[in-house]
């Protein structure tokens, strides 16, 4: 993964960029398995989406997100992956590999920064997660932030 500046990559500007949620504020937020390969963003996939770095001073890179839940706005909640290693961080649950990542690395999901997502910036779906792991992450997700 790359980091991209081409200005027509989706989620990166205007009304459907990427952005973070505050996930304590974000209202009522019901974590549900409902994949459906049909090209748009569901909870239980991966898709990929412009990523702002934490910093937001307008870098970022185009990176595979796990949609974990639809808000009443039809924007999607999501948490970012990554390949690299986070063994014992209680910030980061590790989802093993997949499809989404082409060299077959593993994976780890950042439960700790909560992203909103346009169905409109996102660059392509990847993968349904298999719902054993998605549970994974939708539980500690409801732990950390109380959502059902």
């Known amino acids: 993964m790359t980091?991209?500046?081409?200005?027509?990559?989706?989620?990166?500007?205007?009304p459907t960029a990427t952005t973070e949620a505050d996930a304590r504020n974000v209202g009522r937020v019901?974590?549900?398995?409902?994949?459906?390969?049909?090209?748009?963003?569901?909870?239980?996939?991966?898709?990929?989406?412009?990523v702002p770095f934490e910093e937001n001073d307008g870098r970022g890179k185009d990176r595979p997100v796990l949609v974990v839940a639809r808000e009443a706005a039809g924007t999607l909640l999501a948490v970012?992956?990554?390949?690299?290693?986070?063994?014992g961080d209680r910030e980061w649950v590790p989802i093993g590999s997949g499809p989404w990542d082409r060299s077959g690395?593993?994976?780890w999901v950042d439960v700790d920064r909560v992203l909103r997502l346009h169905e409109q910036g996102m660059r392509r779906e990847a993968c349904a997660l298999d719902r054993g792991r998605f549970n994974l992450v939708?539980?500690?997700?409801?732990?950390r932030y109380g959502w059902s």
Do not use: C, M
């Open 3 to 14: 980091a991209h500046t081409d200005e027509n990559v989706p989620g990166r500007f205007g």
């Open 105 to 107: 690395r593993e994976s």
């Open 80 to 87: 970012q992956l990554s390949s690299k290693r986070h063994d």
């Open 30 to 50: 019901r974590t549900e398995y409902s994949p459906a390969h049909d090209g748009d963003p569901d909870p239980g996939e991966i898709v990929w989406t412009w």
């Open 138 to 143: 939708g539980n500690r997700l409801a732990e």
